[in-house]
């Protein structure tokens, strides 16, 4: 079941150029004054009240007759409450190995200090230590950040693979309670346009939400 991943989301913000208006080359004529017999315009005072928000659309309902449906995965993943679990999981990993990565990148940048700093008055003997003490962090630097990658992509995968176990039958029911032959992954179907009612992926995180999980066979 591809196009369904656990994952921090990140926004990537696009600015276009900015576009300047022309300056006119002659300045526009002055407005006569107002004459003296007509009465001041008193502004009116700004309203301290937002006006309301516009009230949301209420979903398109399911076309009748329809044997296709289609859903996102990723806001499957994204929206529904095992999904959110799951990526925070990932993120507290992910979050414990960066702290532990940052106490050892702390001791390599002392070590790397300590003998740029008091080199000169070592003994070769002292400095050849502490030269070996950089080499071996370093090394144990670059196995840590191995095995921190290996440890979090086993855990992504092990997630992944337990959600979409839980998430195949529950698109069975929505799929047979509307009467679907097939239901699609929108973004990796090649769909390049369908009937907004033929979404069914809110109905499928409902569902997801409202179905408890089974505690795994032992």
């Known amino acids: 079941m591809r196009g369904l991943a656990f994952g921090v989301a990140v926004a990537v913000m696009l600015a276009g150029s900015p576009s300047f208006a022309q300056i006119p080359t002659q300045p526009a004529p002055a407005k006569p004054p107002a004459p003296t017999t007509q009465k001041p315009i008193v502004p009116l005072a700004p309203s301290n009240q937002t006006p309301p928000p516009a009230p949301a659309r209420p979903p398109k309902p399911f076309p009748e007759g329809a044997k296709i449906g ?14 959110k679990a ?15 990565m940052q106490e050892k990148q702390k001791q390599l940048q002392g070590l790397q200090q ?16 502490v030269q ?3 080499e071996r962090l370093q090394v144990d630097i670059q196995r840590f950040t191995q095995d ?31 009467g679907l032959h097939y239901i699609f992954n929108a973004p990796d179907s090649g769909i390049v346009w369908a009937d907004p009612g033929l979404d069914i992926t809110t109905d499928v995180i409902k ?12």
Do not use: C, H, W
């Not at 799951?86 to 532990?100: F, G, M, R, V």
């Not at 086993?154 to 176990?165: K, N």
């Not at 569902?207 to 795994?216: I, Y």
């Open 70 to 83: 289609y859903v996102v995965l990723q806001r499957i993943a994204n929206e529904s409450v095992e999904g």
């Open 132 to 134: 070996k003490q950089i």
């Open 148 to 178: 921190a990658q290996q440890e979090i992509q086993d855990l992504t995968t092990q997630l992944q693979g337990a959600f979409e176990q839980r998430m195949t039958p529950i698109l069975g029911e929505v799929g047979q309670e509307k």
């Open 86 to 100: 799951a990526t925070s999981k990932i993120q507290a990993l992910q979050q414990k190995k960066s702290a532990e």
């Open 114 to 129: 300590k003998l740029e700093k008091e080199g000169t008055v070592m003994s070769s003997t002292a400095q050849a230590d």
């Open 207 to 218: 569902r997801l939400d409202a179905s408890p999980a089974k505690p795994p066979v032992k």
